[in-house]
């Protein structure tokens, strides 16, 4: 997965090396095969649950273990939207954000590519990667400038994380 | 079944109050409610004070200064939800009989953050990705749209009613009538949501006074009784959630309603969390003052409105009054409760017997919110 990860992000993993990216969530739990971008969730072996970020215990059922790997599809359907004109330092106003319906019962915040205008609730989206912010700064969080995690070198970096383009 | 009674009121104008601290802007309002009860402060037994980004202590660094340390006193956080929580905790501390006189504070200085959206928890998934609390509103006031056939209109017409509401309130932060064609035409943050349609950020605080009811007789007060305090916290769910009603408010105004032997139909005057006016349409339902889907049809009718059915935050609520966020929910009791004596003038509802509010508090990722109490009052 990981091998694979790194061939089709070549050009973002070059740019980290130079310091220019970072990725969130930091683990990265996605895997990018031929343009093709699936998250890593978890599916609890006692109540089959899915969830994600993938959990260690099954918030659905309590199962404290037993929580399997799982690849969430790479397309679901747009639960609802929203054009953004007021963000913390950091985000590029306006950005479009949205809730999406995945095949396996969950369901995803992320930011979606473009302008709110050609959307429509109920749209198909697919997963992709790309830019979702710049850390410096980092107010969006409660220590606001000088208390994020993002002191010292990190200053500046673009933040790559997983989000949604509108399929026709 | 009547738990306390609530023997004096105070709060601070609210606005920005940049040049004041948050100790002082705290006192003032206990001060405010203690001279309302007519009590000293060495009636106090003790207190709870709800404030979200107040910091550590603020109950203390409050009351140091009045010579009021040394009873118990504790400091309740649950975002939006604080005030109202920090109440719960002292009517059921005088219900089960541990004090006969508690103070309750919900304070917060959100002029110290320099404006734009509320500061969010950096561990949040969704906060990482671009989520502010506009934008979950106005994700479900679209999905709510989508369903029911409400449009931004019905939005602007809750703005419109809130800032008549606001005019007639000397404490509320804002204090201008507006026109439908204003708030549609006012800036947008986050679509559907307008500027208009959202409450604004600044500094206040509210404090009530919590006595058995036999107490507050004694004292000559004119006790409002609390006939319910519920809290509840937002169910966690990573799968698909209706997002176009709130289950957590139609929970915890079940139990209010079973707990103080009411039903929706009995209320005279009701305070809900208007964070943004889609919420407040979204409320009508959960609250069950409407039929699903009938809310867009209700503030249309003028049924919340001055002269209406049931006046739905005479205060002006979060939209007008202001939303300090952990003064919220004990603001919306110092209006219940002047109401329910009276005494609120040019926005008083006529013979108000019974009024109930309702505060949610916080966006996190996964819950419809953190946390929501509902509080039933009646004379």
């Known amino acids: ?168 | 079944m009547t738990l306390a009674a609530i023997a004096g009121v105070g709060m601070t104008k609210f606005g920005k109050q940049s040049e004041r601290t948050i100790e002082d802007i705290g006192r003032e309002a206990l001060i405010r409610a203690m001279k309302d009860a007519g009590v000293g402060r060495e009636a106090i037994e003790e207190v709870f004070c709800g404030s979200s980004y107040g910091g550590p202590l603020i109950g203390q660094r409050i009351l140091r200064d009045l010579g009021m340390t040394g009873i118990p006193i504790t400091n309740v956080e649950n975002a939006c939800s604080s005030g109202a929580a920090a109440l719960r905790e002292a009517c059921w501390a005088v219900k089960a009989a541990r004090a006969e006189a508690i103070a309750v504070i919900g304070v917060e200085k959100l002029t110290r953050f320099g404006g734009g959206t509320l500061p969010l928890e950096e561990t949040d998934i969704e906060v990482n990705l671009g989520n502010v609390m506009p934008a979950v509103y106005a994700m479900r006031a679209r999905r709510y749209m989508h369903e029911t056939g409400a449009t931004a209109r019905h939005l602007a017409m809750i703005a419109v009613k809130a800032h008549e509401y606001g005019a007639r309130n000397p404490k509320a932060q804002l204090q201008n009538r507006v026109t439908i064609e204003e708030v549609l035409g006012s800036c947008m943050v986050a679509d559907p949501l307008t500027l208009f349609m959202c409450c604004p950020t600044g500094d206040g605080a509210a404090a009530v006074i919590v006595m058995s009811e036999a107490r507050a007789r004694e004292l000559g007060a004119r006790p409002v009784r609390i006939e319910a305090s519920v809290l509840q916290s937002g169910e966690y769910k990573t799968g698909f959630r209706d997002m176009a009603s709130s289950e957590l408010t139609e929970r915890a105004s079940r139990l209010a309603y079973e707990a103080a032997g009411i039903g929706p139909e009995d209320l005279d005057i009701v305070e809900v969390h208007d964070a943004f006016a889609s919420a407040e349409l979204m409320y009508y339902e959960a609250l069950g003052l409407c039929g699903k889907g009938e809310g867009a049809a209700m503030i249309e009718r003028g049924d919340t409105g001055p002269g209406g059915l049931v006046p739905v935050n005479p205060s002006g609520g979060l939209a007008c009054r202001g939303h300090p966020v952990g003064a919220t929910g004990v603001a919306q009791i110092v209006e219940a409760v002047t109401q329910l004596r009276g005494e609120t003038g040019p926005r008083q509802v006529d013979g108000a017997k019974v009024a109930l509010t309702h505060c949610t508090g916080g966006g996190i990722a996964g819950l419809d919110h953190g946390a929501c109490a509902v509080h039933v009052l009646a004379v």
């Not at chain 1, 969430?72 to 953004?84: A, H, I, R």
């Open chain 1, 1 to 168: 997965m990981a091998m694979a990860r790194k061939d089709n992000l070549a050009e973002e993993t070059a740019q980290a090396a130079e310091g220019n990216v970072a990725y969130f969530p930091a683990s990265r739990p996605w895997t990018e095969e031929a343009g093709v971008v699936r998250l890593h969730g978890s599916r609890c072996g006692g109540c089959g649950g899915v969830a994600f970020p993938a959990h260690n215990a099954c918030p659905s059922c309590g199962a404290e273990s037993g929580q399997d790997a799982v690849l969430l599809s790479q397309t679901g359907t747009l639960y609802s939207f929203s054009e953004v004109h007021v963000a913390p330092k950091g985000f590029a106003t306006p950005y479009v954000v949205g809730y999406v319906d995945l095949p396996e019962g969950v369901r995803l915040f992320g930011q979606i590519e473009g302008r709110a205008g050609a959307l429509r609730i109920g749209q198909q989206v697919a997963v992709v990667l790309g830019p979702v912010r710049a850390e410096a700064g980092s107010a969006a969080t409660r220590g606001g400038a000088g208390g994020g995690g993002s002191a010292g070198a990190s200053v500046g970096r673009t933040v790559i994380s997983y989000r949604f383009k509108g399929l026709p």
